[in-house]
């Protein structure tokens, strides 16, 4: 039952125009699992972000990674974001040893906007792992 609330949640799309900021939503589906009206598989939390499980995974292990600060898009973050954004990047590595895939390798994937395949407009981070991967993605 749950898990089909948060499918329906995250397949809402909201279509900005390209190259224009995002006003935040605060009642996307992420920003409800900061605020836990949402239950999550937590696997990561720290004063700047939350590390969960993805609900629609895309590989054996999928998991999100996203800020507690209200940003929309990757575009949208500024100049004072930067520390932030390096510190998702770590956390993802983090989790990743903690499960046990940093050594076989993973993928990070970041969407920004519409066209990319973002569908829930809080910024986040994809780490896929437990397949092969081919290239270019997409």
């Known amino acids: 039952m749950r898990r089909s609330i948060l499918r329906r949640l995250c397949a809402r799309r909201f279509r900005a125009p390209p190259n224009h900021p995002v006003n935040y939503d605060a009642s996307n589906v992420f920003a409800r699992i ?37 940003i929309a898009r990757l575009a949208d973050a500024d100049e004072s974001d930067k520390a932030l954004l390096g510190h998702l990047l770590w956390a993802a590595a983090e989790v990743a040893k903690k499960l046990g895939i940093a050594n076989d390798g993973f ?27 081919g290239w270019p993605p997409g």
């Not at 993928?107 to 991967?133: D, P």
């Open 34 to 70: 900061l605020r836990r009206e949402i239950p999550a598989r937590l696997l990561h939390e720290d004063h700047q972000c939350v590390a969960f499980a993805d609900v629609a995974p895309q590989a054996p292990v999928h998991f999100l990674v996203i800020p507690k600060r209200a």
């Open 107 to 133: 993928r990070v994937v970041i969407n920004n906007g519409s066209n990319a395949g973002q569908s829930v407009f809080h910024l986040h981070v994809h780490v896929l792992a437990g397949r092969s991967f």
